[in-house]
């Protein structure tokens, strides 16, 4: 019998991955607890071609929590952040982040997976550079208190997210009540003088 060419072997392994991928994106949304052999039955493969890329669930996890990191990190993208108040801006991002949680809630036990690892820092980096660079925005327009350091504000501003994220997990709060907090909290962490026309009361 003739092998398949390295080429053609690699593209199979790369149509197959991005297919469990998929999948697992699809039937996570809807049920965060599901195994890997349901996830291969949604893929339409063994769950031994589900384990030849994934090592085990929680990597599995991790590729999709990444994958659904790029698809919001475009979405803040088409939401110009650069554009109008600072506030407002801020108020558009966290909605987005929000909106995830809410449509992937296997992002929370992606989160606990991997608390503070490498990948976990790597799927930050591209919300905390835009996070950093709207904060600069808003101090240099005077919205934001110009007297603490963007890079910290950032940080505080995901950490505030994990706080939130963390209590949604555990069943103390709803996603809605969460998203209000957080908004509430982040403005007032960077010392905002109000929200937005349109995004919402006063939040200080």
């Known amino acids: 019998m003739t092998s398949k060419p390295a080429g053609r072997r690699r593209a199979d392994a790369e149509r197959s991955r991005a297919a469990i991928l998929d999948a ?100 930050h980096e591209p919300v905390t550079d835009r996070l950093v660079r709207l904060i600069r925005r808003g101090q240099a327009a005077g919205e934001f208190d110009p007297g603490a350091s963007p890079a910290w504000l950032a940080a505080a501003t995901i950490a505030l997210g994990h706080a939130a994220g963390d209590e949604v997990g555990a069943g103390r709060m709803s996603l809605d009540e969460a998203s209000a907090a957080v908004r509430t909290a982040v403005l007032r962490t960077l010392g905002a003088r109000a929200a937005a026309p349109g995004d919402g009361p006063d939040e200080r």
């Open 24 to 123: 697992a994106v699809r039937l996570l949304a809807g049920q965060p607890d599901a195994g890997m052999g349901a996830i291969a039955a949604e893929a339409g493969v063994t769950r031994q071609t589900v384990y030849a890329h994934f090592a085990s669930r929680d990597d599995l996890l991790a590729a999709v929590a990444d994958r659904v990191t790029e698809e919001a990190t475009a979405a803040m993208d088409a939401a110009e952040l650069d554009e109008g108040p600072a506030s407002a801006a801020l108020l558009r991002l966290l909605d987005i982040g929000w909106r995830s949680f809410a449509q992937h809630p296997v992002l929370l036990q992606a989160g606990r997976a991997s608390p503070m690892g490498e990948r976990e820092r790597a799927r």
